[in-house]
């Protein structure tokens, strides 16, 4: 009976753990949302993205046309359409890739890239239409955005070129951006904080399994752990936007720093938070389920 009490406990704690680590990073997303779009992302207004449009393309011609950069604005008539067109690149290069595959492992691999990038580009694209998102694609040296909407975000696209003269940080984010990598350790992690029981020093002493010290290691850190595979993403895109900061200083009329100032908060808020988010939610995973499992 007891035995059977215990398994039962066991199977509710890690549904429990796993449904918190799941669910609970939509609240705190949303409520960081909310307060960046009344104290930071506050939309601009016609004078401000007329002004911002001249300086965002007058720096563009000075600084990176001559280096071979290329800059699309979305809102111009002869770029209309471009998402559509960069997605069917995209998807024509992935079943390409997908059907010179050499066994059915690399085909699943290469299956599940392709829809992770299209599922992920399709809302960038809607995200940039609408003038709430802009990227810089660093194969084509291409800055991506709507001049009409959001010009101020081109200095932070700006900082994601510089990053990328930097041999490290351009090895580092490519392996980081890799989202497999990323879900791999993710999932290893959780599911070691979910099965592993909590032990006392004895038992781990006692304990027969030779990775019984690395599991119960994992589960102890599980949370930060969780932050820190997010770390060298939230180091890049900092970078990138103080990289911007420095650019836009060299350029923009005083009174109109601040406004530059609060995008560059509000992505680096964004980003910082979500490493941290990451980590509570493992965090409180673990805590759910060890709460569920061991009573005492
Ligand atoms: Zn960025």
New binding site residues.
């Given amino acids: 009976m007891d035995k059977k009490n215990n398994i039962i406990d066991t199977v509710t704690g890690i549904g429990a753990g796993y449904a918190v680590y799941r669910y609970a990073p939509n609240p705190m997303f949303q409520l960081r949302m909310k307060l960046s779009k009344k104290y930071l992302d506050t939309p601009l207004s016609d004078s401000e993205i007329s002004a911002f449009k001249q300086i965002g393309n007058d720096l563009f011609e000075q600084r990176f046309k001559p280096l071979g950069y290329n800059l699309v604005d979305v809102a111009r008539p002869e770029n209309f359409g471009y998402g559509t067109k960069q997605l069917e690149e995209l998807t024509k290069a992935y079943d390409d890739y997908i059907a010179a595959s050499k066994n059915f492992i690399q085909r699943a691999y290469r299956k599940y890239l392709k829809n992770y990038y299209v599922r992920d580009y399709k809302l960038t694209d809607s995200a940039v239409l609408q003038g709430t998102n802009a ?2 694609a660093g194969k084509s040296k291409t800055f991506v955005l709507n001049m009409d909407k959001k010009p101020v975000y081109l200095f ?2 700006m ?2 070129a510089i990053n990328a003269q930097n041999p490290l940080l351009k090895e580092v984010s490519s392996v980081y951006k890799n989202p497999i990598v990323r879900k791999f350790w993710l999932t290893a992690i959780l599911a070691t904080s979910l099965l592993t029981n909590k032990k006392t020093k004895e038992e781990l002493e006692q304990s027969n399994n030779p990775f019984a010290k690395v599991n119960q290691f994992v589960k102890k850190n599980c949370g930060i752990l969780a932050g820190l595979l997010l770390l060298p993403a939230v180091a ?2 900092c970078l ?1 936007n103080v990289q911007g900061q420095k650019l836009a200083q060299s350029i923009v009329p005083k009174e109109m720093m601040k406004r530059v100032t609060k995008t560059h908060l509000h ?1 680096a808020i964004g980003y910082v938070l979500g490493a941290v988010f990451a980590g509570l939610a493992m965090y409180l995973a673990n805590f759910v389920r060890d709460k569920i499992v061991h009573k005492n």
């Fill in positions: 990227y810089y932070h696209e900082g994601h890049e895109e990138a992505s």
